[in-house]
């Protein structure tokens, strides 16, 4: 891994949905674009740094909205646990956004590890449930083979 990667894509962190894995990946790659702002230390990188941090917000939402959409059409028994993890999530970082955009104590490296942790884990954890939930659905029989985030 090189010095301006925070993290690269694993395919332990599939969740074998290839819409949901791609979306993982634009996440991952907009944490190591934040990083990569966080290096650079003067105006420049901070307009860049904040341009980033509301185009990973944007994705975050989209992100979400689909994920939650797909549990939604397979009725994934855990979804309201899953919608409260993403909505905590949401506010935290626009919590810390609103810190950012009005100069108070921001470190973006310890934002930027933040967002790294958090997905990762929330991949590991908790999109892994879900995924397996709609695997053990398609055994049985019970869904088809196209998985919808429509």
Known sequence: MNDDVLVEWDDRYSVNIQLIDDQHKELINLTNILYKGCLAGDETARAYFMETIRRTVEYVKYHFSAEEKMMENIKYPDIAQHKREHESFVKQILGDVEKFQEGKK?????????LKDWILTHIALEDKK?????FDLKKKGLLGSRISAH
Do not use: E, G, L, Q
Request: cysteine-free; charged content about 5%.
């Open 130 to 134: 879900y995924s397996a939930y709609i």
């Open 106 to 114: 921001f470190v973006p490296n310890v934002f930027v590890r933040y």
